[in-house]
């Protein structure tokens, strides 16, 4: 499938979240809005002021309206990462209102809201939703986990294509997507994560449309921070098999929509957590087949591999009844790190930097495993 237009960004429509919203449809904000937000704070004045707003500060209000009750219900869920919902302000613009982001995961998310505005520019939903209806059927993600696990005894590899990270930068200089990928096919990786997140992991899109292109059978996870139902059918369009979705960012809410979305794309979804109220939250939600445990704090970016046998303890009896497979992610570097998160539960590994940092990441495989796996 070809590439989606690129047509350069003009001003961007308000994210899906306010298109959802709640308020009446009058003042939803129609698709030919494009006066940006202004940057200067809200106007307070006597009862009647906002009539004399002019129209783009009207919907400007509602738009802030909207994201503080959006920003509301996600705390009131224990999640504290904040929308900014400007996706048309600066990042100047948008600190002075809210202030720094509180942590790196909360500034990802502010970059992410304006790029998924511009992407909504570029290649509108309509667009976009039509070229991942036309896409090639997807690979069964779940599936080539439960069957790589049950050949080999060790959890399944789902071997990750990063280049970099805002943690550890720069993991390896000489960086062909496509030449990794096929190194971890071919050395029983069982299916691929490529990261598309440009600013903080330097991937794309375009690799993971390469990847596919180059005949990699294995199935493909698209490692993005989605928050936009816009990102999944992108994903989908470039590819995709399954999609990563950060409950530490999503309500529960978000995440029932997107999975529902998933469903209907034949798109797995990988429903990652890292800490017990995530969990429950996400245990609550039906439909959810695969967690991924994050032994990575995406806020303090401290790892700590115990993470996943804590949680598992707690949780794994509900997990098991569920029928849901875990994913272990981040900070496995050998076959005792691997032993210990199967101990504690996991079918399957989420492996890149000691991957990937070494100089043949297809042999890199064996040495994470003490075997080799077989295809
Ligand atoms: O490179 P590591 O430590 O092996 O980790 C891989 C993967 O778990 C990590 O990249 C990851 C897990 N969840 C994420 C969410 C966003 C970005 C990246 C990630």
Request: one cysteine or more; a neutral charge.
């Amino acid at each position: 499938m070809e590439a989606l237009g690129s047509a350069k960004p003009r001003a961007s429509p308000f994210p899906a979240a306010a298109a959802r919203s709640p308020l009446p449809p009058q003042v939803v904000v129609p698709a030919s809005s494009s006066a940006p937000a202004p940057s200067r704070p809200l106007r307070s004045g006597p009862k009647g002021t906002i009539q004399a707003l002019a129209r783009n500060e009207m919907l400007s209000v509602v738009e802030r309206e909207d994201c503080r009750s959006v920003n509301d219900v996600a705390a009131s869920q224990g999640i504290r990462i904040r929308r900014h919902c400007r996706p048309t302000a600066s990042m100047e613009e948008i600190e002075e209102e809210m202030g720094a982001p509180r942590n790196v995961l909360e500034r990802i998310i502010w970059d992410k809201e304006i790029e998924v505005a511009q992407g909504l520019v570029s290649n509108p939903l309509r667009e976009v939703t039509e070229c991942a209806g036309k896409a090639p059927p997807t690979r069964d993600f779940y599936g080539a986990l439960v069957a790589a696990y049950m050949r080999n005894g060790v959890p399944a590899l789902i071997a990750e294509v990063k280049k970099a990270s805002p943690s550890r930068g720069v993991l390896r200089e000489n960086f062909d997507a496509v030449e990794i990928a096929q190194a971890y096919e071919k050395y029983g990786a069982a299916c691929l994560s490529i990261l598309t997140d440009e600013k903080y992991f330097q991937g794309s899109f375009e690799n993971l449309q390469k990847v596919r292109k180059a005949g990699v059978k294995c199935p493909l996870l698209c490692k993005e921070f989605v928050i936009d139902e816009w990102q999944i059918y992108y994903a989908r369009s470039v590819g995709a098999d399954a999609i990563l979705l950060i409950a530490a960012v999503l309500t529960d809410a978000d995440i029932t929509y997107f999975l529902r979305i998933c469903k209907e794309l034949g798109l797995t979804a990988l429903v990652e957590v890292h800490d017990g109220l995530e969990m429950e939250r996400v245990l609550r939600i039906d439909g959810v087949q695969l967690i991924g445990i994050n032994n990575r704090s995406l806020a303090t970016f401290i790892v700590d591999t115990s993470n996943t046998k804590r949680l598992l303890e707690k949780h794994g009896d509900a997990i098991r009844e569920k029928g849901i497979l875990v994913v272990g992610e981040s900070g496995l570097f050998n076959p005792d790190d691997v032993a210990y998160v199967q101990k504690a539960g996991v079918s399957a590994v989420l492996v890149g930097e000691s991957l990937v940092k070494q100089e043949d990441p297809g042999r890199a495989i064996a040495g994470l495993f003490g075997k080799e796996l077989l295809r």
